[in-house]
């Protein structure tokens, strides 16, 4: 949803300008993922989205949940959050303030599909090939797609790299119809 996007943004901005001020992003890093889990829980949805309840009895829930794991910045963060209703908007937050530390520790996002499972050193040597021709740090999420029929699709933010046989496939009909 884009409004919940555009509403968590801030949000995200502030926390990670914290954090990075502090040179502390792996540690809200943690505490944002905690906070986020919590969050997308059934019962604690529920819990926090009856209006009967105040915010600071919601933001309490999570506190106790969370017993040790957050620090007293990040308590105050979440009293606000549940102060402006928006603690829902945690998994949000938390997805936007990583891409904001990728973005600050040179990390990219790479969904790599193949027809079959890669060797160790076949993957060694396509992520080593990735990283020197994005420059920068490679977070690999692969899959396997035997519709690809051999081959490997490569997806860099909205960059496709399809040098699946199937692709290869399809350029070739689309050329004989011609």
């Known amino acids: 949803m884009a409004e919940s996007t555009t509403i968590a943004r801030p ?9 990075d001020g502090a040179r502390k992003l792996d540690d809200w ?7 986020a889990e919590v969050a997308e829980n059934d019962r604690v949805r529920v819990a926090t989205a009856d209006p009967s309840q105040s915010a600071g009895k919601a933001a309490d829930l999570y506190v106790s949940i969370l017993a040790g794991k957050l620090t007293p910045e990040c308590e105050n963060f979440l009293r606000v959050l549940a102060e402006n209703h928006r603690l829902a908007l945690l998994p ?30 076949q993957l060694s040597d396509l992520v080593t090939h990735l990283e020197k021709s994005t420059r920068r740090k490679i977070k690999t999420h692969i899959s396997v797609d035997k ?24 350029a070739l009909e689309s050329a ?3």
């Open 92 to 121: 949000e937050i938390r997805a936007q303030f990583e891409a904001l530390k990728d973005e600050r520790e040179g990390k990219v996002d790479v969904h790599i599909q193949t027809a079959f499972a890669l060797e160790a050193a």
């Open 176 to 178: 004989l119809k011609a």
């Open 11 to 19: 949000y995200a901005e502030a926390v990670f300008k914290l954090a």
């Open 147 to 170: 519709e690809l029929i051999g081959g490997v699709r490569v997806t860099i933010g909205d960059k496709v790299i399809d040098a699946s046989a199937r692709a290869q496939l399809a």
């Open 29 to 35: 890093s943690a505490m944002l993922g905690a906070l």
